[in-house]
C-alpha cells in the first residue's frame, strides 16, 4: 500500500501493500527493484469540503494527513495478521458481509472465488464472500423482536442441538458460491415442533456451511488451509470463534482487535501499534458439529442449483455436448 498527503487524488500505477512512504512522506516502494516511484495527484475544487477531501459518502480526512492507495480493508486485515504472502494461513471476516480469504502468489480464476491484487510482486487475495452476516442478523433481530446482543449465544446454542430445518440465508442477495443478487433467503422442511430459537440455529449452521465450502475451494485451489485467523472484532463475542474451530474442524486465531482497522492504522503510523492483549486459540472439541455442518453443506448444495435454474436470471443451459467421433 501506499500514503499520499490528503491535499493530493490519486493518479498511481497499481499499488498494493508492498508500498509506503519514504522520507518526507514521499511515496515510494518498498523493497523492490527499479527505484522509487512517485505520482502526482490532483484534487477538483467540487471533491475539497471544509479544507478536506471527501472520502465516500460522510468520512473526511483533513488536508495535510495522508491516505493510503491501494488494497482495501481485506488487504489492511492482512497486513495486520501478518498473512501478507502466500501462505496456509486464511483470515475469517464476520461483520455486514462475511468473507475467508487466503493469499498466493499467482492468479486464480476460480467461478466460486474473487482474486484481487495486493500490488507489484506482493501477490494476491483469494477468497469467497459472503453477502449476508450481521445486515441478516439485524433483520432477524427486528423480525423476531430479539435483541442482537441474544442473537448469537441462542442461535450458536440451538445449531449444536435437534433436528433443524435448513435455512436459505440469502436475505439480501449472495455472492460466492451462487453469485445471484436476487437470490432470496427462507427457511425449508419447517415443523410446528420448531421453535424461534431452531429457526436462528439453522441460519448459522448454513453460515457455517457456507464458510465449509469456501475452505475447501481455498484447499483446492491455493493449497491446504492448516490455521485460520481471526479478521473482525465480531469474532471476540464469546463462543462464535470456538463454534466456527467446530463447525470447520480447524484452529482459529483470535485477536482482540479488528485487523482492517489495526492494519489501516500500522499504514497510518509507519509501524504496528503496540498490543496490550494476547491472541488466543480455539482449537476443534466437537466432531459432532463439524457433521451437522457438512450435513447442512450437503443439503445446500444439493438444492441450491435446482432453486437457481428455476428463477428469472438462473444460470442458462451450457452448450450441448459435442458427439464423440
Request: hydrophobic fraction near 40%.
Amino acid at each position: 500500500m501506499r500514503r499520499v498527503a490528503a491535499h493530493q487524488a490519486p493518479t498511481p500505477p497499481t499499488a498494493g501493500p508492498c508500498w509506503a512512504a519514504g522520507p518526507g512522506g514521499t511515496p515510494r516502494r518498498r523493497g523492490r527493484s527499479g527505484g522509487e516511484r512517485t505520482a502526482e495527484l490532483q484534487v477538483t475544487r467540487r471533491d475539497r469540503q471544509d479544507g478536506g477531501v471527501k472520502i465516500g459518502c460522510d468520512d473526511r480526512i483533513r488536508a495535510g494527513g495522508e491516505v493510503v492507495l491501494g488494497g482495501n480493508d481485506a488487504a489492511c486485515a492482512h497486513l495486520a495478521l501478518g498473512v501478507e504472502s502466500a501462505s496456509s494461513r486464511a483470515v475469517l471476516a464476520a461483520g455486514t458481509s462475511a468473507a475467508l480469504r487466503t493469499t498466493t502468489d499467482a492468479f486464480h480464476d476460480h467461478p466460486e472465488l474473487f482474486c484481487l491484487t495486493m500490488g507489484p510482486g506482493c501477490g494476491y487475495l483469494l477468497g469467497s464472500a459472503f453477502s449476508n452476516m450481521g445486515n441478516a442478523l439485524g433483520w432477524l433481530s427486528d423480525q423476531l423482536g430479539i435483541p442482537f446482543s441474544a442473537l448469537i449465544p441462542r442461535g450458536l446454542s440451538t445449531a449444536r442441538r435437534g433436528r433443524l430445518p435448513l435455512a436459505l440465508p440469502y436475505w439480501y442477495g449472495e455472492r460466492s458460491p451462487w453469485w445471484r443478487d436476487g437470490v432470496t433467503g427462507g427457511w425449508l422442511s419447517v415443523q410446528a415442533s420448531h421453535t424461534v430459537d431452531d429457526l436462528l440455529g439453522a441460519v448459522w449452521l448454513s453460515w457455517a456451511a457456507g464458510f465449509s465450502r469456501a475452505l475447501s475451494r481455498l484447499n483446492e485451489t491455493a493449497g491446504p488451509v492448516t490455521e485460520i485467523c481471526s479478521g473482525s472484532a465480531l469474532l471476540n463475542t464469546p463462543g462464535l470463534a470456538q463454534w466456527l474451530a467446530d463447525a470447520l474442524g480447524i484452529s482459529v486465531l483470535v485477536e482482540p482487535w479488528d485487523a482492517s482497522l489495526m492494519g489501516a492504522l500500522s499504514l497510518a503510523l509507519g509501524s504496528a501499534p503496540r498490543q496490550t492483549e494476547p491472541a488466543r486459540i480455539c482449537r476443534p472439541k466437537d466432531p459432532v458439529l463439524k457433521e451437522r455442518t457438512e450435513a447442512a453443506r450437503k443439503a445446500l448444495d444439493q438444492i441450491m442449483p435446482g432453486l437457481l435454474a428455476g428463477w428469472p436470471g438462473g444460470p442458462k443451459p451450457g452448450p450441448k455436448p459435442r458427439p464423440q467421433s
